[in-house]
């Protein structure tokens, strides 16, 4: 696997999930239930992280956004995407005119690096972030 989910700080209010060289959207759903988990150890809302090291978008994205969009956990708030992946910006805006989609939508945003993706969220990256995104295995990173 070439994703790893960990919390983003101390307090559990991020969820950092890092795709690596390779990843596809099996990486996605292979880490969904500890992502379930993690939002389920906490009593408050979460943000979530996605660190797109590797800048590109697999096959079959629509269908996958959408599943992806239903996974979503009541405790989740706002979604950061880090990188510049082709196409991610325009798809996700396309997909926040669709009825039902729209709500969902309004909660992401973008960010050209890690550093800016934490500072949108109103937090400072954890001092050992360039640690965890040398790892290029699935890892859970989940206390």
């Known amino acids: 696997m070439n994703s790893e989910i960990f919390w983003g700080n101390p307090e559990k209010t991020i969820i950092q999930i890092n795709l690596n060289e390779g990843w596809d959207w099996s990486d996605l759903h292979h880490i969904a239930p500890t992502y ?56 996700l805006m396309v997909a926040g005119e669709i009825p ?23 937090n400072n990256p954890p001092p050992d972030f360039h640690m965890s995104m040398a790892t290029h295995s699935h890892q859970h990173h989940y206390q």
């Open 36 to 91: 379930l988990k993690m939002m389920e150890s906490v009593d408050h809302r979460v943000h979530l992280i996605f660190n797109v090291v590797y800048n590109h978008i697999p096959r079959n994205t629509m269908k996958n956004l959408y599943l992806l969009m239903q996974m979503t956990h009541p405790r989740e708030d706002k979604t950061v995407v880090v990188g510049h992946i082709p196409l991610v910006r325009p798809v």
């Open 100 to 122: 039902g989609l729209r709500h969902y939508m309004q909660h992401y945003m973008f960010a050209a690096t890690l550093s800016e993706a934490y500072e949108l969220l109103g």
